[in-house]
């Protein structure tokens, strides 16, 4: 069995961002389905994506693998 010696390193980015779906507001604008012109009055709704919080935590995780190089491969 080959004994092959192998580096990972793992990092974690943590960040909080305004939620881009509805801007910061943490609620959006429904208009009923169907309504392709927007002629009815739109509803007010939390927001999906930050359910209200107008922010977003986005976590990036970076993972380094480190290997030997072979000229074969
Ligand atoms: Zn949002």
Same mark, same amino acid.
């Given at each position: 069995m080959e004994r092959r010696e192998q580096k990972i390193?793992? =990092?974690?980015n943590r960040s909080v961002e305004v939620c881009g779906k509805c801007g910061g507001e943490g609620k959006i604008l429904v208009w009923p389905e169907g309504d392709l012109w927007k002629q009815e009055e739109p509803t007010l709704e939390v927001c999906p994506l930050c359910e209200g919080s107008g922010l977003l935590r986005k976590t990036v995780t970076i993972t380094t693998d480190l290997s030997p190089? =072979? =000229?074969?491969?």
């Open positions: 390193f793992q =990092r974690q190089f =072979r =000229r074969e491969e």
